[in-house]
């Protein structure tokens, strides 16, 4: 070796091991993220310490994601006082419903949802339309009579409307102040 070539050996074999955990911990999130999609879960609430539950119909909780802000962009959020559940166990029917409501949303009303609020003492549902209108629904039946209320509420325009009730033949709206 001539003086001005400077030489480095190094044992690179860390660097292979560190990889090789690297896409086998790839290849372990990607099986997940596949199970989590095939099962199509519609809606996400927040359980104890800010933690996301990811649901399905039946309200069994799948996904706890801790120390994470923001609600995944896929899913309705559920608001109210939401149950402290682990994984398995059911949240109740009225979380139940929000998540059969979630999927039964038409595109027009799920374009402008931002989350389903759930009361789990009455089991009353009520809807987030953008920033200003919240709709309520009630207690989850004739929920298509209400979801045709709301669609015709919806088209005909919700500007300077803050509350709507479409839990009744009767729909009742709130001007904004």
């Not at 608001?79 to 029917?93: K, L, S």
């Not at 059969?100 to 009353?124: F, M, N, W, Y």
């Not at 987030?128 to 509420?153: P, W």
Request: charge should be negative; hydrophobic fraction near 40%; glycine fraction near 10%.
């Amino acid at each position: 070796m001539r003086p001005s070539q400077a030489s480095l050996r190094v044992d690179a074999s860390w660097e292979f091991e560190r990889q090789e955990r690297w896409r086998t911990h790839n290849d372990v999130v990607r099986e997940v993220v596949a199970e989590l999609l095939s099962r199509g879960l519609p809606v996400v609430l927040v359980g104890d310490f800010n933690r996301q539950l990811s649901q399905d119909i039946p309200g069994m909780n799948h996904l706890r994601t801790a120390g994470v802000d923001g609600v995944p962009i896929d899913y309705m959020l559920i608001t109210g006082a939401n149950p402290d559940v682990d994984r398995g166990q059911f949240a109740g029917r009225p979380f139940a419903s929000a998540a059969q409501l979630a999927i039964a949303l038409p595109p027009e009303i799920r374009a402008l949802t931002k989350s389903i609020g759930v009361d789990a003492t009455t089991g009353d549902l009520t809807l987030q339309l953008g920033d200003k209108t919240v709709a309520h629904l009630g207690v989850a039946t004739d929920m298509s009579g209400k979801l045709v209320r709301l669609l015709s509420e919806v088209r005909g325009g919700l500007d300077g409307i803050c509350a709507l009730d479409v839990s009744t033949s009767e729909i009742s709206r709130t001007a904004c102040r």
